[in-house]
């Protein structure tokens, strides 16, 4: 130790500010969270299970789940594809307009999917832009399935591309580069090299994408026009069947999306496990 210098001992907070703080933690997650979670179970089974699988079975509500799986089915393939094409792009090549698109990605994050509905419905709306056109052709978008998925499409399309980015730039391209330089072709390194590196994130990213699809309220209820038994997805269901007085009916359909929030968190958790241990592996294979 160099001469007048001294090291003191590191900070130790006093048990009881660690337990309150541990508390107060587990308190306000069980107020925000685990209350509610157990609310909606609740009153869905509040008249018990003949009543919450009449409400699950009656036909707005399978047309609803229908309709939301179908929209997750187009949507999250997508936006994968697009994810994919867009960060290889953006880590692998310098162009202009490259902050652009950065920024046009991060785009649905900050704004209001309200707000994001009423844009497509200024666009291909009866009196939008391509409003005379569509009518002519007998092309209906707005308060049909078209426009859900396009809503969807545009509120869920940064979550792929967001978890992608940040890998592919930390890991690079030389491993690209050497693979070309042994003469692969583009879909022989993209499978071969670029893949097995992003599967993880990708599939992370493509479980965030689904979730955030089929609960997805505010840009959908503005084009869906709420027509029941044809473009109510899950969520606009609840809403329809909570505003008519149906309490049981609304928390079983809701406990339907709230059991997906738990599969997600689940697989979440366990795709951060499998995730850090191949990144483990690697740090130990180099």
């Known amino acids: 130790m160099a001469p007048g210098i001294a090291f003191r001992d590191p900070v130790v907070e006093p048990a009881w500010v660690r337990w309150g703080l541990t508390a107060l933690a587990l308190l306000l997650l069980a107020g925000i969270v685990l209350l509610p979670l157990a609310a909606v179970v609740f009153e869905a089974l509040r008249q018990g299970w003949a009543a919450y699988a009449k409400a699950i079975v009656e036909p707005d509500t399978l047309a609803a789940i229908r309709l939301t799986l179908l929209v997750a089915a187009i949507s999250v393939p997508?936006?994968?594809?697009?994810?994919v094409a867009a960060a290889w792009a953006i880590t692998r090549f310098q162009f202009r307009g490259k902050r652009v698109l950065l920024t046009l990605i991060d785009l649905p994050f900050t704004v209001s999917p309200v707000v994001a509905g009423l844009i497509f419905v200024l666009l291909f709306g009866a009196h939008g832009w391509f409003g005379e056109w569509l009518r002519l052709h007998e092309i209906k978008?707005?308060?049909?399935?078209p426009g859900i998925v396009l809503a969807t499409i545009f509120i869920t399309f940064p979550f792929v591309a967001r978890e992608l980015i940040p890998l592919m730039q930390q890991q690079g391209g030389e491993q690209e580069e050497a693979a070309a330089s042994l003469g692969a072709g583009g879909w022989?390194?993209?499978w071969k090299v670029t893949f097995p590196n992003?599967?993880?994130a990708l599939l992370?990213?493509?479980?965030?994408c689904n979730a955030r699809a089929m609960g997805e309220f505010g840009a959908v209820s503005v084009v869906s026009g709420h027509i029941r038994g044809l473009t109510n997805t899950l969520p606009l269901q609840v809403e329809i069947l909570y505003n008519e007085f149906s309490f049981v009916a609304a928390f079983?359909?809701?406990?339907?999306?709230?059991?997906?929030a738990l599969v997600t968190l689940c697989l979440k958790l366990w795709l951060e496990w499998r995730h850090g241990d191949s990144l483990a592996r690697r740090a130990r294979g180099h």
């Not at 997508?78 to 994810?83: I, L, S, T």
């Not at 079983?252 to 997906?260: G, R």
Request: no cysteine; charged share 5%.
């Open 78 to 83: 997508a936006n994968a594809v697009f994810g």
């Open 141 to 145: 978008i707005i308060f049909a399935v």
């Open 188 to 190: 022989t390194m993209f």
């Open 198 to 200: 992003i599967r993880w």
């Open 204 to 208: 992370y990213g493509v479980l965030l």
């Open 252 to 260: 079983a359909v809701a406990s339907m999306l709230a059991l997906l």
